[in-house]
C-alpha cells in the first residue's frame, strides 16, 4: 500500500456558513480551512475517516501517503442524488417535487469525480484535504430549468419546505494548484 486517497464529503464543514434561514444571491466559497462540524451522519462518518487516516499518517511506520478529497453535490447516471432520481421520473413520466429552487449547489458529474480522483491518486505530492467540485455553483433551479429542455411536458411540483436554504461551492484553488485541472462538465 502506497497511497491512500479517501472520497470524502463537504459535508464535514459547518453548516453555519453555507445554510441560511433565507434565500442568498450568491454562494459561499468553501475552502479546506474553513471550519468543520459535520451536518449530518454522512460528515460525520467523512470526517471521522479523515482524522483516522491523519492519524494514521503521523506514524514513521506509516509507509503510505492519505489524501481527503471532499466531493461537493455529485450526481450521475444511475445514481441515488436528486438529479438522476428526476431524471428517472421524467423519463417514466411522473412529476418531479422540487425544495427549495433558490438553493445553490456546486453539483459535480460523476465522470468527474472519478478523473479529480485519478488525477490526485497519481499526484503524490497530494496530501492532507482538498475540494473536488466545479467551483462554478448553480441554483436548484437553474437544473430544472436544464431538465425542462429535455423534458418540455415535465411537470414539476414546487414544494413548500422548512428545510435550510443551501448556498455553496467549491473553493478549487487547491486542486488546479496541485493538478492544474478542473471539472469539465457542466449541467
Not at 48 to 64: A, I, Q, V, W
Not at 104 to 133: H, M, P, S, T
Not at 142 to 156: E, I, K, M, N, T
Request: charged fraction near 25%; aromatic fraction near 10%.
Amino acid at each position: 500500500l502506497r497511497r491512500v486517497v479517501f472520497a470524502s464529503s463537504y459535508l464535514i464543514y459547518d453548516p453555519v456558513h453555507y445554510q441560511f434561514s433565507a434565500a442568498k444571491a450568491v454562494p459561499v466559497r468553501l475552502s479546506e480551512d474553513k471550519p468543520i462540524r459535520p451536518r449530518n451522519l454522512t460528515g460525520m462518518a467523512k470526517l471521522s475517516h479523515e482524522m483516522e487516516l491523519e492519524f494514521l499518517s503521523g506514524f514513521e511506520d506509516c509507509r503510505f501517503s492519505t489524501l481527503a478529497v471532499r466531493i461537493f453535490r455529485g450526481y450521475g447516471r444511475n445514481s441515488r442524488d436528486v438529479i438522476s432520481r428526476w431524471v428517472r421520473e421524467l423519463l417514466a413520466g411522473n412529476p418531479i417535487s422540487v425544495y427549495r429552487p433558490e438553493g445553490i449547489f456546486d453539483y459535480i458529474y460523476a465522470a468527474d469525480n472519478a478523473e479529480g480522483l485519478l488525477r490526485l491518486a497519481a499526484d503524490n505530492q497530494a496530501k492532507g484535504a482538498v475540494n473536488l467540485g466545479t467551483g462554478r455553483s448553480r441554483r436548484v433551479a437553474d437544473v430544472v430549468d436544464v431538465l425542462r429542455q429535455h423534458f418540455p411536458d415535465a411537470v414539476v411540483n414546487f414544494e413548500v419546505s422548512d428545510i435550510p436554504f443551501e448556498a455553496s461551492e467549491a473553493d478549487t484553488t487547491r486542486l488546479r494548484s496541485l493538478i492544474d485541472w478542473t471539472p469539465e462538465l457542466s449541467l
